[in-house]
């Protein structure tokens, strides 16, 4: 069984489109995180929920919107994509507070045209 | 704000080569520190954690040692395997303000040529 599971694998749309990525975890995790990693693999955190409530906030365009229906999703929804949005975002998830590190998801990558 | 700092890659070895990539962190808190893979098309798998000063975490032949004088966290394996070939990242976890938080550093993508 996969421990965090994002959908769909790839994303290709156009400049302008609305798109949403789901992510699932069956770890019994209380926290969950969407990343964001540029074409350099750079990491940067965009938004964590804990317990469906959110707890970061990054400096993100106010076109990505988090939705977390109960602790085990965390869904990213994107309007009015834009070429600059072109990436692979990875959720993951962590029991907060135990220093454990995170488990993370296969990554969807995302190349809007 | 928390900080991680690692080797600028690439980096390229042969096999059977020794190995570091050094990363290094600012921290506020007292953090537990983590090195992280990601092998090509995949997400990242934890390697292997410390959580406290002189802690060695190890996995895979791979090792890193907190060290908290020199805020350092380096990796390190003795004899590097083509099938090592990734970018690892080193990354922190700051518990201090309760909400925690991995930041990651910049990455290194090693390959290791037969």
């Known amino acids: 069984d996969t421990a965090v599971s994002q959908t769909p694998k790839y994303l290709v749309t156009q400049m302008g489109n609305d798109k949403s990525i789901k992510c699932e975890q069956n770890?019994?995790?209380?926290?969950m995180y969407w990343y964001k990693q540029d074409s350099k693999k750079f990491l940067k955190i965009m938004f964590s929920?804990?317990?469906?409530?959110?707890?970061i906030n990054e400096t993100v365009p106010n076109r990505f919107s988090p939705k977390s229906p109960d602790k085990a999703h965390l869904n990213l929804h994107i309007n009015s994509l834009e070429l600059g949005d072109s990436a692979v975002y990875f959720c993951?998830?962590?029991?907060?507070?135990?220093?454990?590190?995170?488990?993370f998801g296969s990554g969807t990558r995302l190349t809007v045209v | 704000g928390d900080s991680v700092t690692q080797m600028e890659g690439p980096v390229t070895l042969s096999e059977e080569a020794f190995l570091t990539i050094n990363c290094t962190y600012t921290?506020?808190?007292?953090?537990?520190l983590f090195w992280y893979v990601q092998y090509p098309g995949e997400g990242l798998q934890l390697l292997l954690k410390?959580?406290?000063?002189?802690d060695k975490g190890s996995n895979k032949g791979f090792e890193a040692t907190y060290r908290k004088e020199t805020t350092s966290f380096h990796l390190e394996k003795g004899s590097v395997q083509v099938s090592d070939s990734a970018v690892y990242f080193c990354?922190?976890?700051?518990?201090?303000?309760?909400?925690?938080?991995?930041?990651f550093g910049t990455g290194t993508r090693l390959t290791i040529i037969p």
């Open positions: 770890l019994g995790h209380d926290t």
């Open positions: 929920y804990n317990n469906k409530e959110l707890i």
């Open positions: 410390a959580t406290k000063a002189d």
């Open positions: 990354a922190l976890s700051d518990l201090n303000f309760g909400n925690e938080k991995l930041t």
């Open positions: 993951a998830s962590s029991l907060q507070g135990l220093g454990g590190g995170y488990t």
């Open positions: 921290a506020t808190g007292y953090p537990s």
